[in-house]
């Protein structure tokens, strides 16, 4: 068996267990609208709970865990009734899962921003010295990215400008943790992905990030860090892949088949084992249901190899 996905315009999220070579949650809507939420544990049949089965949930999805098992996931929905135009607002929900178990309203829930409720969203974590570790959450707003923080249940907000580029639809965030430094994701109207950097207290410029030219907007992204090292994962279109760029090695690696939405989690503290996920039909046969599907990559004898795609195992 495997996990069966909305077809239509849905998201994947991901974030493993940080410390834990096993473990990783997979957050995705179902075909019967509910929002469900997979443990994948030592590759494992996955367990699945639904965490929200209201009709108004929003397709873009986002989740974090940090190095104390204290879980977000995120995701927007539409306010009824809907404000007119040109000003669309969204609501956010936000569940937090502490290690005791217990699902509760995370700090951003219930936060009415100013935001269509298809955007697109991303989160992160940056650890800080002693609990509570720093969420981050990104939402693509009307005149640049939305930014929310939390520590605990203090929550603090800005609006980072895209630097005159254009807006894409797919955002995603990574903290690179012996750079001390974070980095925002985001494709473009016209072409490729660009990175915002904020590091030392302030957002840099935007950079083109090389290799990302057929990330063409409404694909999706996926980021992973370990050490001084990143790596994105992006549909390239035109050709059919998912591929994998980033790093100082400036890799540009394509994968393997997949549909539009891209989730990716880094399993191990250098980066030797990595799990790519997205949407494609079962077994790989077109024609088929769409379900969940994954490629693992890892350190084989010095040398990093993807294995082939596989569906990911469910109830």
């Excluded at 996955?46 to 986002?62: H, R, W, Y």
């Excluded at 400036?250 to 989690?265: N, Q, R, T, Y």
Aim: net charge negative; with cysteine; proline share 11%.
């Amino acid at each position: 068996m495997a996990l069966h996905i909305t077809a239509e315009d849905s998201a994947l999220a991901a974030s493993a267990v940080p410390g834990d070579p096993w473990t990783y949650f997979v957050q995705f809507q179902a075909p019967d609208i509910a929002f469900k939420n997979a443990m994948v544990s030592q590759n494992d049949p996955t367990i699945t709970g639904v965490i929200n089965p209201s009709p108004f949930l929003g397709p873009k999805l986002a989740s974090t865990i940090d190095a104390d098992g204290v879980r977000n996931v995120f995701y927007l929905s539409p306010l009824q009734p809907q404000p007119p135009p040109p000003q669309p607002q969204a609501r956010v929900f936000n569940l937090r899962k502490t290690p005791l178990g217990i699902w509760e309203p995370g700090p951003f829930d219930g936060r009415v921003i100013p935001a269509n409720p298809q955007s697109q969203i991303c989160a992160t974590i940056v650890p800080l010295p002693a609990p509570p570790h720093a969420v981050h959450l990104f939402v693509r707003g009307q005149a640049g990215f939305l930014h929310f923080w939390a520590v605990g249940d203090a929550v603090f907000d800005e609006v980072v400008p895209p630097g005159g580029a254009l807006l894409g639809t797919a955002l995603t965030a990574v903290h690179v943790p012996d750079l001390a430094a974070m980095h925002l994701f985001y494709q473009t109207e016209d072409a490729g992905v660009r990175r915002i950097i904020f590091a030392g207290g302030a957002w840099g410029p935007p950079e083109l990030v090389p290799g990302t030219f057929y990330a063409v907007a409404g694909t999706g992204l996926a980021a992973i860090s370990w050490a001084d090292q990143w790596r994105l994962y992006f549909n390239d279109a035109p050709h059919g892949t998912i591929r994998e760029v980033g790093g100082p090695q400036a890799m540009d690696v394509s994968l393997f088949d997949g549909d539009v939405a891209v989730a990716a989690v880094n399993l191990h503290a250098v980066g030797e084992i990595r799990h790519v996920l997205f949407k494609g039909p079962a077994g790989g046969i077109f024609g088929n249901p769409v379900v969940v599907r994954r490629a693992v990559g890892a350190l084989v004898d010095g040398v990093f190899v993807w294995h082939p795609q596989q569906d990911l195992p469910g109830p």
